[in-house]
Nanobody, 122 residues
């Protein structure tokens, strides 16, 4: 069983940066870790994923070149560095854990964090 707790969200101006963290308990290094986001009235959207080893990553086109996912298996933590933020990045961000290799579908994730609000003012 893996429990996930996100932190680092908040309010930032457009063009600014934020770093989200997701601390995990359990067998963290056995899981690929992903970030998703959701705005009211919309489905949860894939943002980025990192493999269990950290060697492979994959990003949604909407964040490619601006966001960076990373992990520290010694600290049981995954990060999402968000740069050049835009108003359309405003959402609740969720981290999730999956036993699949590099999943992009939310149905492939077994464990979810509680969500963390990110608001980008224009």
């Amino acid at each position: 069983q893996v429990q996930l707790v996100e932190s680092g969200g908040g309010l930032v101006q457009a063009g600014g940066s934020l770093r989200l963290s997701c601390a995990a308990s359990g067998s963290f290094s056995a899981y690929a870790m992903g970030w998703f986001r959701q705005t009211p009235g919309k489905e949860r959207e894939f943002v980025a994923v990192i493999s269990d080893s950290g060697r492979r990553t994959y990003y949604a086109d909407s964040v490619k070149g601006r966001f960076t996912i990373s992990r520290d298996n010694a600290k049981n933590t995954v990060y999402l560095q968000m740069n050049s933020l835009k108003a359309e990045d405003t959402a609740i961000y969720y981290c999730a854990a999956s036993q699949a290799a590099l999943p992009k579908l939310e149905t492939m994730y077994e464990h979810w964090g509680q969500g963390n609000q990110v608001t980008v003012s224009s």
